[in-house]
């Protein structure tokens, strides 16, 4: 399949203010973070988004529930996306899809958009739109479907994306497969390469070893996850690698609860790494 090119460069840049629209390239790699939530109910996060700029691109990965409210609230463009790329199924992750789409409908979005997920994953989302009466026929803009393979680059908006496998939903497979064969339980983590920067988002992963295909060259940012997986291991992975700045989302009830001291066992264990512990809102720029 070619992969459709999207103009880029509209919209806003995302750096120290919270509501900006207007474009700001002197920070050529960046992090919006929208949604930083694990899979329970939560008064205090919104579910998983994730807005990241390289050079003139905006990618959003995942769009979970809270993120159409937050965005209108962020002042950004509905002009401003370049593509959506999605981790797995769940719903900490794609629930907020088909309530974003429709805000850019009503919003008079006219750039192409592409949406860009896990191949087995699109014939749901797509009939999710439909049952939910959002049919692309409605749309002042054109809607591109992106299978992604794990293993297989692809490239939007001269953004190199490499998907990579993780054993997220492997139980859940074991489990429900046979029963539910139209299901998708395909979980990918994300390399993204452009304005000379290398990015990786973990996504949900099974154990750390997942992310390895994906550190193999330095890392300016990571976006690692922390519900799903012990500290020390995960540590243990990580300081094999070469990775200049570790972002940590998706934390689990108990870390998110001893934020602080959470923060502090991660710079402990990361010593060569820049370490944050990410709130929904915050910003961070490699």
Aim: hydrophobic share 45%; charged share 20%.
């Amino acid at each position: 399949m070619e992969v459709p090119r999207l103009a880029s460069g509209h919209g806003s840049c995302l750096n120290s203010s919270k509501q900006m629209s207007v474009p700001d390239d002197s920070a050529s790699v960046s992090l919006r973070c929208f949604g930083v939530g694990d899979g329970w109910p939560s008064a205090d996060r919104r579910h998983s988004a994730y807005l990241y700029r390289l050079g003139t691109a905006r990618l959003l990965v995942d769009c979970g529930d809270g993120f159409s409210q937050s965005y209108k609230a962020s002042g950004l463009s509905y002009e401003a996306l370049d593509g959506i790329l999605l981790t797995h199924m769940h719903s900490d992750h794609v629930g907020g899809f088909s309530m974003f789409l429709q805000g850019l409908w009503l919003e008079r979005r006219t750039r192409p958009l592409i949406v860009a997920a896990p191949a087995g994953g699109i014939p749901a989302l797509q009939a999710w739109l439909e049952a939910t009466l959002l049919s692309p026929a409605l749309f002042g803009f054109p809607l591109h479907w992106l299978p992604l393979v794990a293993g297989q680059a692809v490239e939007i908006a001269g953004v190199t994306v490499e998907p990579a496998r993780t054993g997220h939903l492997d139980s859940l497979k074991a489990k429900l497969a046979a029963a539910h064969p139209q299901v998708c339980f395909e979980a990918l983590a994300f390399g993204l390469s452009g304005a000379g920067k290398r990015v990786v988002h973990s996504g949900d992963i099974g154990a750390p070893v997942d992310l390895e295909p994906l550190l193999g060259q330095p890392v300016e940012l990571l976006t690692c996850e922390l519900a799903h997986i012990e500290l020390p291991e995960l540590a243990a992975v990580l300081r094999r690698q070469r990775i200049r700045q570790a972002v940590f989302m998706h934390l689990g009830r108990d870390h998110w609860a001893d934020r602080p001291g959470t923060l502090r066992r991660l710079a402990d264990a990361l010593p060569g790494t820049e370490v944050r512990v990410a709130v929904d809102g915050d910003e961070f720029t490699a």
